[in-house]
């Protein structure tokens, strides 16, 4: 068999196309079903804050009618649909010119540049010690590294990122509290300006690497005992390759494949980690946007920024899975 | 150390084949259930509600509202860098609006287990009633449950759910709770499904087939008590990713703001600078107690999954 069969090709696309859809479609209507519409509940704030706004029942008329709220709601929804098909969000509340799109182009690259380097180092480090503590010839102390990461993986990111900005920010002062370079350095593309950025990146990849690693460890552990028992690692063995040489070709290859569908049923929690973990430190991408969204009550940022975070993680999804059949020619795809 | 994979994540569950156990069965006390990672969890879980239960009762939780407390104390035997010393009237410190952490603590923590038992039930009770339909039943149900579980699993729940409740600003811990629970169900549902499966396949069930039981009876007398410590992991585990999420939303300033929440205290602390502030015990004393929520509930599900899986080795031969 092997290979991509079209079913299999379609059902991955029809995920996809479904995520998206049924992402959005709850967004849209579970505020819906509670009472109140957000125009109300905005100028019903300003009230609140600045006493007396004249008129106000106008207000929310005009604006209501402005914003289409009064059509018929499954109007309304198509308007949505098509609005989210352009990844078109319409402008800030609270920097009005700017659009939501403009802002997301700031924040989405330190974002995903995070993320790629935060889940590359898991990855490759979680796997290795995973693999390690199968192998024979490990030392016994290195094992007990596993149980510690297990322990790790329970906790959320941002109790691991408060813990870190404490003691490696706060009291011992080796790395810097937020953002992602020095206040008024000049992004530009030289070695003092990455190696900035560098630095201040280590510490909110840290927070995610420390509570993922043990995850990976674990699963890999898990397939390297079954790879183990198989016989042609008895082959290999008999044949007096070295042990790295088994090691390397012949046990971690094998078992790092499953590693690969994990970690597209993971990236939905790691997203959202990562989101915590830059609004902990201040980094500037896109869950620091969210923080200040919410603090703003800028709502068409914090729907566009959440809606950009969920097609990502489903295209994500959709690249590994279309990969996957390419590096395990093994399996068969006839049905999901 | 475990034999077995564990993740909160059940999807997971079955990829490794862990080695034998020997296991004579004529001690009453030589149960799997005695198991020193179950128990050690739950005894930290237990510990947790006894701290809300017994607060409660012996002190006084109107000292988690606002101003009721002097403002920014230190716990007890501590001197803040405002020179402000700790007193026993406020054991474990206040903070920049006069609550009294310990009150704080003691409202907030079975908050944080009421959102994960509530989510954690209704994803079950989906999981069980889509799984068993999917494993089943097969055909057209089976590929239609596969594929919205399939959808649901890669949907970054906690991305919906900020925008839900930056529109609804008001929730309460139930409602929290819910919508939390809308995302609970693909994970025990991939599982049971699996299992059933499997299980499907086995000899006792084609044999109580073949006796003729019916779908009902194969289902619930057959299939369900194999099925047993897969339900509480795969529970445990749908908990602790529904806490998960509640905390947060909580620290994002989206949870309950009506209610003390261990994730909306440290919120407020962040908020405030309390790093900055050296204010160590507001931000410190809810952290330390959902570490050891997390940590208590991974301990329990380890448990579980050695209990569990020598029955998945004997089910599956």
Redesign the interface.
């Known amino acids: 068999m092997g290979g991509m069969t079209r079913g299999y090709l379609l059902r991955r696309v029809l995920i996809f196309f479904l995520t998206i859809w049924i992402a959005a479609s709850i967004i849209w209507l579970i505020p819906r079903l509670a009472p109140g519409d957000p125009i109300t509940a905005m100028v019903s704030r300003m009230l609140s804050r600045s006493g007396y706004i004249r008129d106000s029942a106008a207000i929310i008329e005009g604006w209501k009618a402005r914003f289409g709220l009064n059509d018929p709601l499954p109007v309304q929804y198509i308007r949505y649909l098509s609005n989210i098909i352009h990844l078109d969000f319409g402008y800030s509340l609270a920097y009005f010119p700017t659009t939501v799109n403009e802002i997301i182009a700031l924040a989405l690259p330190w974002t995903v540049g995070l993320l790629l380097i935060a889940v590359f180092i898991t990855f490759i480090l979680g796997n290795f010690l995973g693999a390690v503590m199968v192998w024979r010839g490990t030392p016994r102390l290195f094992r007990m590294l596993i149980p510690v990461g297990m322990i790790f993986t329970s906790l959320p990111s941002i109790l691991a990122a408060i813990f870190l900005i404490y003691v490696f920010a706060f009291l011992l002062n080796w790395f810097p509290m937020m953002g992602p370079y020095d206040i008024g350095m000049q992004p530009g593309f030289n070695l003092a300006f990455i190696g900035n950025v560098i630095y201040h990146g280590t510490l909110p990849a840290l927070s995610i690497v420390i509570v993922s690693f043990g995850y990976w460890s674990l699963g890999m552990r898990g397939m390297m005992i079954t790879v183990e028992g198989e016989d042609y690692m008895q082959l290999a063995r008999a044949k007096g390759l070295s042990p790295f040489y088994v090691l390397y070709r012949y046990m971690v290859r094998n078992a790092i494949l499953p590693q690969v569908t994990a970690f597209a049923l993971t990236l939905g929690g790691l997203v959202s980690g990562q989101v915590l973990v830059e609004y902990m430190f201040s980094y500037q991408g896109m869950g620091s946007i969210i923080y200040n969204a919410i603090l703003t009550q800028d709502f068409p940022v914090i729907q566009g920024t959440s809606f950009i975070l969920i097609l990502m993680t489903a295209l994500a999804v959709l690249i590994i899975d279309l990969l996957y059949p390419l590096i395990d020619p093994r399996i068969s795809y006839e049905r999901g | ?2 034999t ?6 059940d ?2 569950v079955g ?5 034998a156990k020997k296991m004579g069965r004529f001690n009453r006390w030589d149960t799997p259930w005695i198991n020193p990672k179950l128990l050690s969890g739950a005894a930290l879980i237990a510990a947790i509600l006894l701290l809300g239960v017994l607060g409660r009762i012996f002190w006084n939780t109107d000292l988690a509202l606002t101003g009721s407390s002097p403002l920014n104390l230190p716990p007890v035997g501590f001197t803040s860098t405002r020179n402000l010393v700790g007193t026993w009237d406020h054991p474990l410190g206040t903070e920049n609006s006069g609550r009294d952490l310990l009150a704080l603590i003691i409202v907030g923590a079975p908050n944080s287990f009421l959102v994960g038992v509530i989510a954690a039930v209704v994803g079950m009770g989906v999981g069980i009633f889509l799984g068993f339909s999917a494993g089943f039943l097969g055909g057209r149900v089976d590929d239609i449950v ?2 919205l579980s ?11 759910l ?3 409740q ?4 008001q929730v309460e811990v139930t409602t929290m709770a819910l ?1 939390i629970s ?1 995302f609970a169900w693909p994970g025990p549902t991939r599982l049971i499904r699996a299992q059933v499966l499997t299980m499907r396949e086995s000899g006792y069930v084609q044999m109580a087939k073949l006796s003729g039981a019916s779908t009902f009876s194969i289902m619930f007398r057959e299939i369900m008590p194999n099925l047993i410590p897969y339900l509480f992991a795969s529970f445990i585990g749908n908990a ?2 529904a806490i ?2 509640a ?2 939303l909580e ?4 949870g309950p703001q009506r209610v003390p929440t261990l994730g909306g205290t ?1 919120y407020y602390a ?1 908020n405030a600078a309390a ?2 502030r050296g204010m ?1 015990w507001w ?2 004393l809810p ?1 330390i107690l ?2 050891i929520i ?2 208590g ?2 301990l329990i599900n ?1 448990g579980f999954d050695e209990i569990a899986n020598p029955r998945l080795r004997q089910a599956s031969h």
């Open positions: 150390m475990a077995v994979e564990t993740t909160p994540s999807a997971v990829r490794s084949a862990p080695p596969k594929l399939d959808v649901a699993v890669t949907i970054p729940a906690l991305m919906v900020i925008v839900i930056s529109l609804i600003r919508l809308m602790t990713g998960l999420t905390v947060g620290t994002l300033g989206l440290i962040l790093i900055l160590w931000w410190g952290t959902l570490a997390f940590i509930l991974l380890l």
